[in-house]
């Protein structure tokens, strides 16, 4: 977050961790959940489905031997469709 310095930031392409923010966009890290519209990491993910199964929360664990940050960006472009009033 510069001033002065016009770095555009495609939020598309960039994959954070919703719960602890860390940076995916370049990680080769396998593995994560999807919640809803959040994309937890594979380091986060076991807590949350800890917690949520009890719940009956809906999770998406995201495949195997696909990266976090494919799975997520993924999941956030049907979501940001999906999520479009008509
Ligand atoms: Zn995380």
Redesign the pocket.
């Known amino acids: 977050m510069t001033s002065g310095n016009h770095t555009i930031i495609d939020i598309g392409e960039t994959v954070l ?1 919703d ?2 923010n ?1 940076d995916y966009t370049d990680s080769e890290a396998e593995g994560g959940i999807l919640m809803g519209t959040y994309a ?2 594979p ?2 993910a076991p807590g949350i489905i800890r917690d949520a199964e009890p719940t009956g929360e809906p999770i998406v664990r995201c495949p195997a031997q696909t990266r976090f940050s494919e799975c997520a960006d993924a999941a956030r472009g049907s979501d940001s469709r999906y999520a479009t009033p008509r």
Request: hydrophobic letters at 40%; aromatic letters at 0%; proline letters at 0%.
């Open positions: 961790c719960l602890c860390a937890i990491c380091t986060c």
